[in-house]
Structures are given as C-alpha cells and as structure tokens.
C-alpha cells in the first residue's frame, strides 16, 4: 500500500472534492482520480461514490476513513521526528480556530512562529466551537483553539478567560447604565450567536432563568454588532470580538462574573507531532504575557 494514495483519499474526502484536493496537494484533478481509482483496485473495493451532486463516502470508506486518517497522522509524526534526530525542525502543523482568536491572536502568533521556524507549514480551518471539536476528535487538525469545557475525551491547555459584555445601540434606554443585570435583558429583542457559537450565551441566560426574545441568529461576530449598531436589538459578545466596534454602540460591563474560557484542545499532548507541540508551546509563551498586560489595565 501506498501511503501517498492514503493521504490522497483522506484530503479528497476533506474538501468534498477532486480538484480541491489537487490544489491542495499540488496535483491534477486526473492525478487524483488515478490514486484514488488506484486505491480502490489494490483493497478490491469502491470509496468513494462520484455523481453529479459531488462526492460522498460508501459504507466501506466510512469504515476505513478513520484509520486511515490515524495513519497519515502517525506518517507525518514519524517524518518529523526523523527531521529532529537530524536537528531539523519541519512538518505541517493543521488547527482549527475561530473568528476572534484568527483575528486577534494568530496574527503576531504565526509572524513569531514563522521567524522561528521556517520550515514548518501551518494550515488553518475556521469554524465554530463544534465544527473545531469534531475536526480534533477526527484528527483532522492536530489541534483548535476552543470555547471550553469541551468533550472529556479532549486534553486541553487553558489560555484567557475572555470577559462577556452586553452591546447596545447609543440611543437605547439601558445605554446610560454603568452596569446591568441580566434581568434586564429579558424582553429585549436579542441577537443570538448561532448554535454552534452561542454556548457561553445560553449558559448566561440558563442560570438566570431567562428565555431571550430572540429576533435573529447569526454566526458572524460582525454581523451581529452590525444589527446592534443599527438598533435592530441588543447582545452578548466576549471582549476579544469588541476590539473595534461602531460609534453607534454601547458597551456595558454585566453585574457578575461572566466569561469564555478559551483553551487549546487535542486528542493527547503526550502524542502530538513535534511541530504541534512547536506551536502550542508558542501560542502559550505569547499569550501569557499578553494576559498578564491585559490585567494591568
């Protein structure tokens, strides 16, 4: 078996799509169908079903996919390892994050991380919390950036705790309020992070017993302060996302102590890849001084 044909299979199955995974990998869209029809003859039987609505997994290749994520895995870990006994540091390094930590965070990291390590290749996927928890229990990342708790199978490295404000129009009644209670968010018409970002938001209402009169559901963190901004509604947003916010919009601080724990999540630390550890150990050294910063203020 070729573990070329592996990798290839597992990245068409990623992208949904041929050519996409060609671009990805630097092959023809041909090249990939020839590994993949490849593949299918030397284990005797069908992966993949192509039709004009794209592509999908048999029963067989969902059963397979798995392990054979596992072992391009361990193939990438083992090539690093080879490059550190020979003193080099290389490899790719895949991660899930979110909006306010690729926003706020990644930036300086990845600059700091690639002045140091040249050779290693980071890949990012954005998604919301349950989108980055399912690509690591997947092994599709070799670890995200997470909203915590997260699944107790899961080792997490804990970063921020990330203060949730509550953002109103200018002109709204509550706008004059040095701080608020909950409470008083009841029958206003509420901006939802949709499912999938909203966790921290509900687990505010549930403990105070309150059902928010939900208006509309968005997961873009902009396009809520956008409806905030023009007085369509109020909302709950962690500071990391209010860094640069409209003119029209009142941040108030909420009676309480509320706020995202964010952290980084992995299937093991004890087994990821040299890189992986690399970066974790990077974004740890750089966010820790900045917290401490942060608390100064």
Known sequence: MNLTKYEIFCTVVEFQSLTKAGEKLNLTQPAVSHA???????????????????ISLTSNGERILEPMRE?????????QEFASIRGLVTGTVCIGTFSSVSIQWLPAILKEFQQKYPLIEIELLEGNYNDIEQWVLKGSVDFGFMALPVSGSLEVMPLKR?????IV????????????HIEQLREEPFIMPKKGCDLDVKRIFSENNITPKVKYELED?????AMVNSGIGVSLLPEMILSHIPGNVKVLELEGDYYRSIGIAMTSRKNISPAAKKFTDCVQSWVTPAEAEEHKK
Not at 221 to 225: L, V, W
Request: glycine share 4%.
């Open 162 to 166: 990330d203060k949730i404000f509550c």
């Open 221 to 225: 963190d902009h396009a809520i302060i």
């Open 71 to 79: 072992i391009v895995r361990l193939n990438e870990k083992l090539k």
């Open 169 to 180: 129009p200018k002109d709204h009644v509550l706008q004059k309020e040095d701080k608020i």
């Open 36 to 54: 993949i029809s490849s593949l299918e003859q030397e284990i005797g039987f069908p992966l993949l079903i192509r039709n004009r609505s794209g």
